[in-house]
């Protein structure tokens, strides 16, 4: 899990133009800075996760995460509306997945 965040939070910031799009525009400010905030979030979060000396406070950064950008995921099932099907899918598909997720870290953290 701390791997695939740390890769995450980079990509925010190699390829931000795709998160973005899904940022609520009833956020204030600009789309590109919550980007790149998540960015650190996640990049943190993975990061505090590899080193088992922070990996249960990296586990409940990752909780906080999951449950903050979530909204976003929701976001982008409302903007995705009009797409084609196999993307819809895939945007509601993300939502129950948070589920997992957030298990999982907590299982880390319980764990740790």
């Known amino acids: 899990m701390g791997g695939w965040l740390v890769g995450m939070g980079i990509l925010h910031f190699a390829a931000p133009k795709p ?6 525009e009833e956020l204030p400010g600009s789309a590109r800075f919550y980007t790149y905030a998540s960015g650190v979030a996640e990049a943190g979060a993975g990061a505090l996760l590899l080193a088992p000396r922070t990996r249960k406070l990296g586990a409940l950064a990752s909780i906080a995460l999951f449950v ?3 909204p976003a995921n929701v976001n ?3 903007l995705w509306k009009d797409k084609p099907l ?5 945007a509601v598909a993300r939502l129950p997945l948070q589920v997992p997720m957030i298990t999982q870290a907590w299982k880390i953290y319980r764990h740790s």
Not at 19 to 24: A, E, K, L
């Open 19 to 24: 998160f973005d799009t899904i940022v609520p």
């Open 68 to 70: 903050g950008v979530f």
């Open 76 to 78: 982008m099932v409302r």
């Open 86 to 90: 196999p993307m819809r899918i895939g």
